[in-house]
């Protein structure tokens, strides 16, 4: 694995990243601002959070593989596009200047600063029975949790 170097803390709350899954024939991708990076079961991993209502949650329950892309500030407001519509009603890519490229069984992004090649290797619907109840109250009154998605990471871009 490459080094990578980067402010983890800033990465997904501050710069934002997106989340695809799917093929170049028929992908999805959604602007996230949860996220993790580290260590599981001896393997470098990424965490992202997807609410079932999002139609890329879709997509990564139904692909092994999928990305995380980070981009240069230059591109916060096609970012901001993507975490605002939906790819269920059109194509929202094609709103913004982001361009899809193939990643060996997913999709990323020719502007991305970063790519992270995932491999699908745990989901779980998150439980609010064991979360805090401020944050139910501020996160899931409406909508059910999201559900947790951790990937191995077999290749940096």
């Avoid at 991993?45 to 997807?50: I, L, P």
């Amino acid at each position: 694995m490459e080094e990578l170097e980067m402010k983890v803390f800033e990465a997904f709350a501050k710069d934002w990243a997106l989340v695809t899954a799917g093929s170049m024939d028929r992908f999805n991708t959604m602007t996230i601002g949860w996220g993790a990076m580290g260590t599981l079961w001896g393997k470098s991993a990424v965490t992202v959070y997807v609410k079932p209502v999002r139609y890329t949650h879709e997509y990564l329950d139904a692909n092994e593989y999928f990305t995380v892309c980070f981009f240069p500030k230059d591109y916060k407001k096609d970012l901001s596009l993507l975490g605002s519509r939906s790819g269920r009603d059109g194509d929202k890519v094609a709103e913004t200047a982001l361009t899809p490229v193939a990643v060996e069984g997913s999709v990323g992004f020719a502007q991305a600063s970063l790519t992270l090649l995932c491999k699908k290797i745990y989901r779980q619907d998150m439980d609010t029975a064991a979360m805090p109840e401020d944050v139910v109250k501020r996160n899931y009154e409406v909508e059910a949790p999201h559900t947790m998605y951790i990937g191995e990471v077999v290749k940096v871009l």
